[in-house]
Every structure is written in C-alpha cells, then in structure tokens.
C-alpha cells in the first residue's frame, strides 16, 4: 500500500506564500502522475495541480499561475509552491497518485488563508 506524508502548510495572510510537501513510499514513484488534491469545508476534494513522470505539469484553472507543482524522483517527493495566496484557498491539501489510489490518502495538510 502506498503511504503518502504531507508536510508544510500553515495560517498565512492573503498574498503570502508557502511550500508544501509530500513524500510517498512503498511505490514506484518515478513512472507515476503525482497530483495535489485539496478540500476546502463543506465541498469536494478537487484535484489543483498534476505532474506526470517526465515533469509536465498542468493546474486547475483557479490555481494556474500561482501555483506550482514539481517532483524529485530520487527523494520521492512532490512539491506545491503556492503564491499569492486567498482566502478562498484554505482547505487540507492532499498529495495521491493520478487517477487517485483511494486507499493511499494520508493525513493532508492544512492551508489557512486569512483575509
């Protein structure tokens, strides 16, 4: 079973910024689509940003252009810089395989954004 461990978030004010992390085992993870998944209260996880195995990468419309997903396959771990952050943007943030392994969620990672 795959175990994913994010770390990272934290209570920022609008605009500002921060970098979460995620580093899995027990998975091949240099052939696998990694994606970044958040939930915010009251509404569905939603998939922000992917990043397949050769470093392309592609974002959710309400995050393209602040946000950034990127890899290191030797450490086995996948990167979400998030800037210029809003308030609409609090929720627990996810790292899973793309399409997602449902039994691989780990603990997430809360992102407050104050206004």
């Known amino acids: 079973q795959v175990q994913l461990v994010e770390s990272g978030g934290g209570l920022v004010q609008a605009g500002g910024s921060l970098r979460l992390s995620c580093t899995a085992s027990?998975?091949?993870?240099?052939?696998?689509?990694m994606g970044w998944y958040r939930q915010a209260p009251g509404k569905q996880r939603e998939l922000v940003a992917r990043i397949s195995s050769g470093g392309s990468a592609d974002y959710a419309d309400s995050v393209k252009g602040r946000f950034t997903i990127s890899r290191d396959n030797a450490k086995k771990t996948v990167y979400l810089g998030l800037n210029s952050l809003k308030p609409e943007d609090t929720a627990v943030y996810y790292c899973?395989?793309?399409?997602?392994?449902?039994?691989?969620w780990g603990q997430g990672t809360q992102v407050t954004v104050s206004s």
């Open positions: 899973n395989t793309v399409p997602d392994s449902a039994d691989s």
């Open positions: 027990r998975i091949i993870f240099s052939i696998r689509v």
